[in-house]
């Protein structure tokens, strides 16, 4: 029995396992398909694409898979044009959230999305609900081991960036939409490849999560989080170290 119970323990696992790893590589392959129909197939002149390639190939995606989704988003190859959709809603603890997505079935994210919100404390609003809390900005993310707070700060600053943000995990550097590329091709010089070029929704002010409400919340994220279509989920949360420790 024991042994019954270790091998169906293990197949569960690994079953789990492989189903995370393929959904992990749907969005991925999304992801590297809307770079390119948006900034054009060259990896060198387009940071966003260089940035999903190298993360899908982290991810051990195969080259040619790869290599099809650029050739579907520059229309070289015939493949499903996704729609970027986003959601806008209030998760337990009046936390604003801002859901991207890509689909080609907005019905099906919709009731998705919809769906999680009801069942995890939150309730999906209407556009403009709470994308009024969050600048559109675009997003820099390096490594701590890129460098020290101060050497990132002044690439930053030479490169053209508007803002900094540092601390053990790494840096965050904002700037203006218009100037992503440009300073991430300036910061390249310095600092090296970036881990992550993308377009984000930094919130204009933030709200302290206790204890009772932060569970809720990270399971509403996790939800969205696993669905296919769900790309991004962006909130204006601020959970303590204290918080997260009693929550595991």
Do not use: C
């Amino acid at each position: 029995m024991s042994g019954h119970s270790k091998w169906a323990t293990i197949k569960h696992k690994k079953g789990a396992t492989d189903k995370a790893r393929g959904k992990q590589f749907a969005k991925l392959i999304k992801q590297v398909e809307v770079a390119a129909r948006a900034g054009g197939g060259d990896r060198e002149s387009n940071p966003t694409l260089r940035t999903m390639f190298q993360k899908a190939r982290a991810a051990s995606v195969p080259l040619d898979t790869i290599e099809r989704a650029v050739k579907r988003g520059t229309g070289e190859l015939e493949g499903v044009e996704y729609q970027e959709v986003n959601y806008e809603g209030y998760a337990p603890g009046g936390v604003a959230v801002y859901v991207e997505a890509l689909t080609d079935n907005r019905n099906r994210t919709a009731t998705n999305v919809r769906t999680a919100f009801a069942k995890n404390g939150g309730n999906l609003g209407a556009s403009g609900a709470v994308s009024h809390g969050f600048e559109r900005l675009g997003l820099i993310e390096y490594a701590a081991a890129a460098g020290d707070e101060d050497k990132v700060l002044e690439a930053a600053i030479e490169a053209g960036a508007d803002d900094v943000e540092s601390d053990d995990d790494g840096h965050a550097i904002w700037v203006a939409v218009e100037n992503l590329h440009p300073v991430a091709r300036e910061l390249e010089k310095t600092l090296g490849e970036a881990e992550g070029v993308k377009l984000a929704w930094r919130p204009s002010l933030k709200t302290e999560v206790g204890e009772g409400d932060a569970a809720t919340l990270l399971k509403l994220i996790d939800v969205l989080d696993d669905d296919d279509d769900v790309q991004t989920v962006w909130g204006n949360y601020e959970i303590s170290d204290e918080v997260m420790a009693k929550l595991g």
